[in-house]
């Protein structure tokens, strides 16, 4: 009975898939921050390098994966899936779990597989700077590690709470040659009014992206790369599913629920929208859940509605699953699932009813990865932690109706910089929030008029 | 180009190698620590399970490793090899670099290949309880996720100076159940007596070994496990070298030279025993390098004498190159390679003239870690990166001599654990310890007389 199936290099897809193509109906349009009107390439180019502007707009079902990003992929992809058989045993269920293991890559997530073609494409046009922000440090490490290769200098805004409870993290990110700063920083408007407000912030995704961004529009040499949300990103994760999808030929089995853990939502779409894609073609089905914290609940909690994608209110607008920009999530030890709304694309098929989401306390987040640790063996990211939490779930309905299922999960990265994190769970001392209706409600009246 | 050299579980070896088979000559006894006479199977069975005592004295060349292990080690394993053009390109060589990475097991290094194997053992012959020491924590968080897939409690001395360094180990440790104290403790005689001759002792391999093996002594129900220097330890890491020559057989190479760090000797041991085997048996010819540390330098500038494994003088006596057994080495960022001996198989070797040995100093490692990181992007723990050192010494004699040359290394672990030490060197508060000829030399007047 086999424990991991693995891939050669010869087996790797040479394309990323483009849900686009299969869409039932396409997503709203994204529009101007300042006009709201809708967005066209020439408003994006002062951002993003002109290959991944075409990326959002292109209606190809396969976007070919450039040689030098897929020379680099193979330094760590394929990377393997595993059938569970320990988690099943410890669990006594009937179900079988599968998980695709994306903490193989030298920064330890997903991360990397957009993080290298976005460097890549940025120095195919001539950049020579890159800003970003990061929440837990999983995508700043990544685009670290990515503007490394590529002979970019890069600069990270970190958020703050994930500055001083990672602070290995930041070494990291030092490692591979970025510079890194908390954010709020002293190093933006965005940054310094913030402080004044509140010289004591936590910081948020939403604001260092605000500060990144107003970084970026300042320098001619300088490109905005951003980690999670946009579509080209959500494309560029598919190699995971695209993977995942040969493995699981290589079983006699397919998945009846893909899971996967949200923030911003690329793992989540990276992992399921090949069977996603399959299914709205006609082919195999299956159920697609979307795991958030309690703590920020885009989906579970949040509205359908348009709005702006950071903090200041700087990016462009999109309708999505917003817990309101303003919105400060609480510090919970998830770094990278403290955003306020959701990928645009995944709301959309959200919307559509096309998948589901589901919401979890970190104190469950934390048993279910210390059970899985106990297990398995690797010691899970916090945030890829939430997967495992559902498949659990999921695990345990199979066994309470006594039904076979098969149950695939993202584990989308390793916890090896979150030890911190364990280390306040095993002393009894990580709390659950309850979700802040209240601040929610007030966020809620700041979204932009369109 | 491949970039990586993957095999399938069906392509893992069935068996271990024992190098005793291919000996020209056998190495000294072992020595009891108290009589001096040469050690029987019955003088070790307070300390280790029979089924590993047997090991030490098989004459066969092939040991079957048992099924439950194999199931285990298929978790990670067959680990990957890489072929490091980048690193190649970065520094200009006319030499081909590969490198076998032991990294991709939980706890991040080739420990676990050890410690699999004889917490199974320990488990089939009714043990419940085991107690050992760690340096770095490489060694204890292998032994804790061994424990807990066999369902044994575990407890760690953990040499202090690492304990206060790497806190996250010690939370790794915790993960998978274990229970880990900083030694010198209060719960031994040995540690008790360190601690009332020096309250901030630093702590040492040594003295840790003489905790654990007093604490394991005291109770019935209680076995000892050791991570390094020992015969049937270097046995079980063996499968690296195994996996790495069917690696080699793929591509067109095979190597001149063959490096890996050596604390206790058994990463080192493990990748190059079965290219040595071949050499002893008339096959194919390499170079075999070992690189230690110049603050803990027991090949090059040990004497090979008998001495104690421990420093309490509890443990056997073997001949070794020996800095003597009560030399506390300098709290370099290398835990793993604070050690006042070198694993009597690998002294034999050595004082046979068939494999070589230098010494580095811990700023030159840590720049060839970075330059390491920068171009192939795994960060290496610092024990390994030892190994790289001396790689890139032999790819820049490679590009002086205008010579190609195939030049193999172990990455024995990465470096997550270790960022406060990459943190330290990045603001350069690291310093070189100078060889601490005066403590050596006192330290070997206390040489046991036999």
Known sequence: METKIVLSELEMPQAWYNIAADLPEPPPPVLHPETGQPLGPADLAPLFPMALIMQLVSPERYIPIPEPVFDIYRLWRPTPLYRAHRLEKVLDTPAKIYYKYEGTSPAGSHKPNTAIAQAYYCQ????????????????????????????????????????????????????????????????????????KANPNALGSLGLA??????????????????????????????????????????????????????????????????????????????????????????????????????????????????????????????????????????SHLYNLGLIEATAVHQTKVFESALTFARSEGIVPAPESAHAIAAAIDEANKAKESGEARTILFNLSGHGHFDLGAYDAYLRGQLEDYAYPEDKVKEALTHLPKV
Request: proline share 5%; hydrophobic share 40%.
């Open 209 to 346: 992206i605000s500060e990144a961004v107003e970084d970026c529009v300042q320098r001619e040499d300088t490109k905005y790369l951003l980690g999670s949300v946009l579509d080209f990103v959500l494309l560029h994760q598919t190699i995971i599913g695209q993977e995942a999808m040969t493995q699981m030929s290589k079983t006699a089995d397919f998945p009846d629920v893909v899971i996967g853990c949200v923030g911003g939502g690329s793992n989540f779409a990276g992992l399921i929208f090949p069977f996603l894609g399959e299914k709205l073609r006609g082919g195999r089905s299956a159920r697609f859940v979307a795991v958030e914290p309690e703590a920020c609940p885009s989906m579970t909690r949040g509205i359908y509605a348009f709005d702006y994608g950071d903090t200041a209110g700087m990016a462009p607008i999109a309708k999505m699953h917003t817990l309101g920009h303003t919105f400060e999530p609480p510090g919970i030890h998830a770094g990278g699932l403290r955003y306020h709304g959701m990928a645009p694309l995944v």
């Open 124 to 195: 195919q046009e001539g950049v020579k700077r890159i800003t970003t922000e990061t929440g837990a440090g999983q995508w700043g490490s990544a685009l670290s590690l990515a503007c490394n290769y590529f002979g970019l200098e890069c600069k990270v805004y970190m958020v703050k709470v994930s500055y001083h409870q990672k602070p290995y993290r930041r070494s990291l990110m030092e490692i591979w040659g970025a510079q890194v700063v908390a954010s709020p920083s002293e190093d933006t408007n965005a940054g310094r009014a913030a402080l």
